[in-house]
């Protein structure tokens, strides 16, 4: 890998590395943002939308961009410690995501409004069921005896896939989020554009993350 990276242009390097910079930086401020704006405690709902974004876009995010070879905060650990650590944030992410949905479905319960009438809902209760079983597909990756019969290059791949979509449908999930009443009711205009871009721009870069390094290359980087 080092080899392959001192052979890159320097401008490729350094855009690269400004990105992945700029989007850990960007999914910080989006999660101090929704956290300042929902005050999570307030309310039950309040809990809601400050644990969903910081499941999807604070904790996935982290999670994905690990493996980074631009911008990981943990460059210097060897690729198991980084997949331990991977599997650690993606497991808040879950717990985050499950409890952000229980706060919400207990809310509509106890107004007695229906549940998951909404593309949001929908996408979001998918969302959490795919990310929880992802994770638990993780596993035979970190612990190979439990992937007995199969190609652990292929698992790496099929995970970088799924965990590709499960991303995505995150990022869906905070867009339509972003379109709810209640974030519309309360941030509008210029500040409604730019908070929009934190999950388009995120989903961007992990993307282009997860082709170059799994999908655009036969030679397994991992």
């Not at 690269?16 to 960007?26: D, E, P």
């Not at 991977?86 to 229980?102: I, Y």
């Not at 969302?127 to 190979?144: F, H, I, K, M």
């Not at 905070?174 to 871009?197: D, N, P, Q, T």
């Amino acid at each position: 890998m080092s080899v392959h990276h001192e052979s890159e242009p320097k401008l490729y390097r350094y855009s690269r590395t400004l990105c992945g910079v700029f989007t850990h930086a960007l999914c910080a401020l989006f999660t101090g943002f929704i956290a300042a704006l929902s005050r999570p405690g307030s309310s039950l709902f309040s809990w809601h939308p400050f644990l969903m974004t910081l499941a999807f876009s604070f904790f996935m995010t982290e999670a994905v961009l690990l493996f980074n070879p631009y911008s990981s905060p943990v460059k210097k650990l060897k690729h198991k410690a980084k997949g331990r650590l991977h599997w650690v944030l993606q497991g808040l992410c879950v717990c985050c995501a499950t409890a952000g949905l229980a706060a919400i479905f207990y809310n509509k319960h106890l107004h007695d409004k229906p549940h998951f009438s909404t593309w949001h809902g929908a996408v979001g209760v998918l969302t959490v069921a795919v990310v929880g079983l992802q994770s638990l597909g993780g596993l035979p990756l970190l612990y190979p005896k439990l992937a007995r019969g199969w190609s652990l290059a292929k698992l790496k791949r099929y995970h970088a896939t799924s965990g590709l979509l499960a991303y995505l449908l995150g990022s869906l999930s905070l867009f339509l989020g972003l379109c709810s009443a209640w974030f519309c009711g309360s941030v509008s205009g210029s500040g409604w554009y730019l908070a929009v871009l934190c999950p388009v721009l995120s989903a961007l870069v992990i993307m282009s993350q997860v082709t170059n390094a799994y999908m655009a290359r036969k030679p397994m980087q991992y």
